[in-house]
């Protein structure tokens, strides 16, 4: 009853807010890359403009208006901290916040019918974005078609003066084009994109040979334009969510060139393709953010990129993907047989779900004595520390619930830093 109550007042005051201050909105949606493509579009559109984003997940009926009020974090239970949400809500609308941002740049999830719709009649987008679809939530939407119908919300409901920014990779994307009555600016690598990624290259430390970041090249409009990604080692998402930023910049003037500068100075996300320093001299790769069927597909591609010395060898460390519905056993079958056609060296598996990953990995031809499956992540983080060894490469991914994030804190070389370097390290998180 009082979270109904809490969330009608903020529906409320969020909308009466953004009628008001009549700030541009950005929406972001799709199956992967949300939050990576909410990052770099804040980081270009803050080159010319005050910007708000979304923080950490806040991506729900909770978390998108109190970003539209200033908050970055929710109060939870505390009365008194609902007290302080709903007493600036009544300073935004009673007084005039003259610093009040030019552009909200909010990440708006689906995890059930309806939610998209939800949020954009509480904060109508100028700029509607949509970056993938694929199975994530069948639970709660069945079939692809469903999510589908959801997500493409975010590009039907802009009016005509409005622009709509879709991945051209992405053929369900491409396909509810005709949904939209806004102008259509695609990004992509694909011939086609009006905003085109080229000429990718992994950069190594010349030492170790270990990736520090990506290069690559964007084409728009006959401009060609060079970009760099600090500690960035995966084409997708973190590639396609940097030029999707470049091209909802482009719709608000935002040159290529400033662009590019404000992207290299981004920092990966905390479990997002991190590159992290491990114990023995290892590389830990975390994406322990949360997972689903194409971001794990995009995560074990790029490790297997990775080089290796002749001692070293390579760790998938996987975790249940979660709200797949009737589509679980067989996602998770498809990575098994994935691992071993790529040549990962170790798989570990936690979870129920995860256990068809390694059935599919043996079948494929992974040594039995290179399987390991777990039940929870704190057995996985303790095996996985007394076996690594110098030279090793360890991928970590697995969904928010999977708490996978306590495997890399185990084998990171510097469990102090975990706090500024990993997700769900807050008071809440800590049971």
């Known amino acids: 009853m009082l979270r109904s109550i809490v969330q009608y007042l903020l529906r409320w005051f969020a909308k009466k807010i953004v009628k008001k201050y009549k700030p541009d909105i950005v929406g972001i949606t799709g199956s992967v890359g949300k939050t990576s493509a909410k990052e770099a579009a804040a980081a270009v559109l803050a080159r010319r403009f005050s910007v708000r984003r979304t923080v950490k997940n806040y991506n729900n009926e909770i978390g998108v208006p109190l970003t539209i009020l200033g908050f970055d974090k929710t109060p939870g239970a505390s009365v008194w901290g609902w007290l302080k949400v709903f007493s600036r809500a009544l300073a935004l609308l009673f007084a005039r916040d003259k610093n009040y941002p030019d552009i909200l740049v909010l990440e708006m999830g689906a995890d059930k019918p309806g939610d998209v719709q939800y949020l954009v009649d509480m904060a109508p987008c100028k700029v509607g974005v949509l970056t993938f679809i694929s ?16 997500k493409r919300i975010i590009i039907s409901h802009l009016n005509r003066d409005g622009f709509a920014v879709l991945n051209f990779d992405s053929e369900l994307v491409m396909q509810n084009a005709s949904a939209t009555k806004a102008e259509i600016v695609t990004y992509g690598y694909k011939e086609g994109a009006d905003l085109r990624v080229t000429d990718v290259n992994l950069i190594k430390d010349e030492i170790t040979g270990w990736p520090t970041g990506m290069n690559f090249k964007v084409i728009f409009k006959g401009s060609v334009i060079p970009v760099f990604l600090p500690r960035a080692i995966a084409k997708s998402p973190l590639i396609s969510a940097a030029a999707c930023g470049l091209a909802i910049g482009t719709v608000f003037g935002v040159n290529l060139i400033e662009g590019s500068q404000a992207l290299s100075e981004l920092e990966p996300l905390a479990g997002h393709m991190c590159l992290l320093p491990g114990i023995k001299e290892t590389l830990i790769v975390d994406d322990t953010y949360n997972s689903s069927p194409e971001a794990v597909k995009a995560a074990l591609e790029s490790l297997a990129q990775i080089s290796i010395g002749l001692e070293g060898a390579r760790y998938a460390v996987l975790g249940d993907m979660l709200e797949l519905g009737a589509e679980t056993e067989n996602a998770h079958r498809e990575l098994g047989f994935l691992a071993a056609g790529l040549g990962i060296d170790h798989l570990l598996t936690v979870g129920v779900a995860a256990k068809h990953m390694a059935a599919a990995a043996r079948e494929a031809g992974l040594n039995t004595d290179k399987i390991f499956s777990f ?57």
């Open 135 to 150: 199975h994530a939530h069948t639970e709660f939407f069945k079939t692809i078609k469903k999510i589908a119908q959801e």
């Open 375 to 431: 039940d929870q992540s704190g057995e996985a983080g303790k095996f996985l520390q007394e076996r690594m060894k110098r030279g090793d490469v360890i991928l970590v991914k697995g969904s928010q619930s999977m708490r996978m994030e306590r495997i890399v804190k185990e084998i990171m070389a510097e469990p102090a830093q975990a706090e500024k370097l990993l997700v769900r390290q807050g008071k809440e998180w800590q049971n």
